[in-house]
């Protein structure tokens, strides 16, 4: 048995879609469990580039079986629109993408009802997809999932009743337009005809595949300081980004599961609000988010960018129970002379090892900083750990002994190519 979750271990975008592209060569099953197309996945295969939000980006490798889980959130249409873009660039996903029939849809409203919230002066900096709404619907037990899309009677009813108290909200509280069933109902019927062939109890075709020795491979979305749970709340998306969401999100569970790799950027990001002890002052900021092409890769936003964090990344380490590290990107620090990482915190005149769960207390955090020699030197081009520069090393090794966990794997820029183990 051989089932692995991948995942990010700080606030998302840390490179995970080349991680899993890679690990994907070695599995034959791969399964998004949570979040819907917030999601960004970017992998480069030689000039083509490809962004993927809810297909698993293991999709690429042509001869694997994609999963969406229980756990996901889908918009039909922005499904279908990436299933287009694949077939369009010849890979095509019939008989090999699977969608589970209890995952749940997400409507229109969910998304009006998103950006209304988002013009708030506490918002979120949400990606404005409709994730949060839809999410709460699940669990207040209004929502519809895939299967109701698929059965017109028990879309009508439902529908009829979520526009009533939709609409009541729209209109009275945010003084905005309703939303007519008629137009509304056609057109997920529609979808519903469309993506019928791909939907399947997803939960028991896992657990097949489990008996069959198959190997899986769980592709977390966000990250893990994104987790309803376990991250900066309110500041998360709203969904278990974390290693339990792989059960939970899929119906596979926690014993079938082998070892949870932790995504980890040489440095932070973070997009949207909230938190971020460790974030640069504006001239390094702009330096790294160019170099490093922070942009959202889901809405564009310029991410914010700052010092590596170790207290962060042992949280995640702990609350997912990462086994190994993957550290990407460290050719985006190659040009400083100087590298900081923080070790610990200060807040109130004591230190702080541990990530506290209160956002104020986070907000006036002091990051402790231990300061290292940079390397000043290309690493895109360097193919072996050996090979790195003597102070690169030196910085992955305090990483990792801050972080009481082995980096398994290293990457230095976006191509499959770019990447090494340790
Ligand atoms: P939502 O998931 O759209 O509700 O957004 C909630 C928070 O999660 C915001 O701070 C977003 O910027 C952040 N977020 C959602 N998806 C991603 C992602 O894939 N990468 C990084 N941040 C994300």
């Given at each position: 048995m051989s089932n692995i979750v991948i995942l990010g271990?700080?606030?998302?975008?840390?490179?995970k879609g080349k991680v899993i592209d890679i690990f994907a060569a070695k599995t034959d099953f791969i399964v998004r469990y949570q979040g819907g197309n917030n999601a960004g996945h970017t992998v480069v295969i030689g000039d083509d580039e490809f962004i993927l939000h809810l297909i698993p980006s293991g999709i690429l490798h042509k001869t694997k079986t994609c999963v969406i889980g229980n756990g996901v959130v889908i918009d039909p249409k922005a499904l279908l629109e990436e299933i287009d873009m694949l077939e369009k660039k010849g890979i095509s996903v019939n008989g090999r993408l699977f969608i589970s029939e209890e995952a749940h849809v997400i409507f229109p409203y969910h998304k009006t009802l998103d950006e209304l919230k988002e013009q708030n002066k506490k918002k979120i900096g949400t990606t404005k997809k409709g994730i949060g709404p839809c999410y709460a619907d699940k669990v207040a037990r209004s929502g519809i999932r895939i299967i109701d899309l698929l059965d017109e009677s028990v879309l009508k009813e439902k529908l009829k009743a979520n526009l009533g108290e939709k609409n009541a909200i729209l209109t009275k509280i945010y003084s905005a337009e309703g939303f007519a069933f008629d137009p509304l109902y056609k057109e997920y019927l529609d979808y519903a005809k469309k993506i019928k062939k791909y939907v399947c109890n997803t939960a028991l075709l896992l657990n097949e595949a489990v008996a069959k020795k198959k190997r899986i491979m769980f592709e977390g979305a966000q990250g893990t300081l994104l987790d309803v749970d376990h991250g900066t709340y309110p500041f998360v998306t709203s969904s278990n980004s974390t290693a339990g969401g792989a059960s939970t999100g899929t119906g596979v569970g926690p014993t079938k599961i082998d070892k949870v790799i932790g995504v980890v950027k040489a440095y932070t990001t973070r997009v949207g609000e909230g938190p971020f002890p460790t974030e640069f002052s504006k001239d390094l900021m702009g330096c790294i988010r160019k170099k490093g092409r922070?942009?959202?890769?889901?809405?564009g936003r310029p991410r914010r960018c700052g010092w590596f964090d170790s207290v962060i990344v042992k949280h995640a380490i702990m609350v997912n129970g990462i086994d190994e590290i993957v550290v990407t990107?460290?050719?985006?620090?190659?040009?400083?002379?100087r590298i900081k990482i923080c070790t610990s915190y200060k807040f109130e005149g004591k230190g702080y090892n541990n990530f506290p769960a209160s956002i104020k207390a986070l907000s006036h955090c002091e990051p402790v900083y231990e300061e290292l020699s940079g390397w000043q030197q290309d690493t895109t081009r360097i193919t072996s750990y050996a090979k790195l520069p003597k102070n690169a090393k030196v910085y992955l090794k305090r990483m990792q002994d801050l972080l009481k966990t082995k980096i398994v794997l290293i990457s230095v820029g976006s191509d499959r190519k770019q990447t090494f183990s340790v």
């Open positions: 271990a700080q606030w998302g975008d840390e490179g922070e942009f959202g890769a889901t809405t990107k460290l050719d985006v620090l190659d040009d400083l002379d």
